[in-house]
């Protein structure tokens, strides 16, 4: 197996949260908001807006990861 080298942006994890997007509708859609801080040691935080179906692909592909 040969061995590359992958650009990886580490970032410290501060919150998690579920929110609507309206953009308007009555009736927005549901995303998963991640909170995370790239720019150690500086507090400069950004939010990453996961869809909700996304966000359960995430949740199982971690429980996979971590069982191992």
């Not at 061995?3 to 501060?14: A, G, P, T």
């Not at 609507?20 to 998963?32: K, L, M, N, Q, S």
């Not at 909170?35 to 990453?48: C, G, Q, Y």
């Amino acid at each position: 197996m040969a061995e590359s080298n992958i650009m990886v942006h580490r970032v410290e994890l501060l919150g998690v949260s579920v929110a609507r997007i309206t953009d308007g509708e009555a009736d927005g859609e549901r995303v998963v908001i991640i909170t995370v801080r790239p720019d150690l040691p500086t507090f400069r935080p950004h939010n990453l807006g996961i869809p909700w179906h996304q966000a359960h692909r995430l949740l199982e592909d971690l429980q996979n990861l971590l069982r191992r």
